[in-house]
């Protein structure tokens, strides 16, 4: 027991270090493309409400992070969780087949569990980020008249 947490430990270790690197990598690359064509952008569109310095900024610090969360942390997840699936089947049907049977029995569930708390989730972040565009936007005017 003691070599196999040992083991997943320093796999766990390697995996999320890896991932990290993979998920910074891509939040500079998008973060420099979107600074790119921000500064390309004719005068005129930065004056229209929706483009304030404020949303534009906040989109930069939080919105390419969010890419992030969902592309390298997502697939850190469904790998380790394929490959915990896979050796405890594997296990279970080893040692014991009759228990291994139920467990795949009730994995739809457990999937299906899953995915509801991940929508219900997913609609949770939409609110707030209406709420946190307004709030940027207003934090943006108040600065800007402050002047």
Known sequence: MLMCALVAFFAMSIGKSLFGIVGENLT???RVELYKKLITKNIG???LKENAPGILTSCLATDVQSLNGA???GVATI???MCAILVGVGLGFYYSWMLSCVALGVLPFM???GAINAKFQAGMSDIDESSYKEANLLAGDAILNYR
């Open 111 to 113: 999937m299906l569990g």
């Open 71 to 73: 592309s390298t942390e």
């Open 45 to 47: 569109w930065f004056d």
């Open 79 to 81: 790998l380790e969780s």
């Open 28 to 30: 500079k690359a998008v």
